[in-house]
């Protein structure tokens, strides 16, 4: 079993920046492939960012690709999300998610989710 911690949400003006972090317990952190994925109020949880268990590769949703930067750090058991020039439909809960092999919306491993507000 993995548990997952995030944390770093909260609110911020249009053009500004927030960082996301979280903790991974209970496994072997450097084996996952990790990722953030976001849901908006009504909308369907959505693929943010993805990076691999080794940090080599990152892929990125179209929509936040050159504002959103995503990095671990294995030695802590940590994963980040830099967000940078937010815009208001950044809006929405932010989730950590966790796999041994593909990250995607059917993660076997997910964090409670962090609120993010971007006010226009």
């Known amino acids: 079993q993995v548990q997952l911690v995030e944390s770093g949400g909260g609110l911020v003006q249009a053009g500004g920046s927030l960082s996301l972090s979280c903790v991974a317990s209970?496994?072997?952190?450097?084996?996952?492939?990790m990722g953030w994925f976001r849901q908006a109020p009504g909308k369907e949880r959505e693929f943010v960012a993805h990076?691999?268990?080794?940090?080599?590769?990152?892929s990125y949703a179209e929509s936040v690709k050159g504002r959103f930067t995503i990095s671990r750090d294995n030695g802590k058991n940590a994963v980040y999300l830099q967000m940078n020039s937010l815009k208001p439909e950044d809006t929405a809960v932010y989730y950590c998610?966790?796999?041994?092999?593909?990250?995607?919306?059917?993660?076997?491993?997910w964090g409670q989710g962090t609120q993010v507000t971007v006010s226009s």
């Open positions: 998610a966790a796999d041994r092999y593909v990250v995607s919306v059917r993660a076997d491993y």
């Open positions: 209970g496994s072997t952190f450097s084996n996952l492939n």
């Open positions: 990076i691999s268990w080794t940090g080599a590769v990152t």
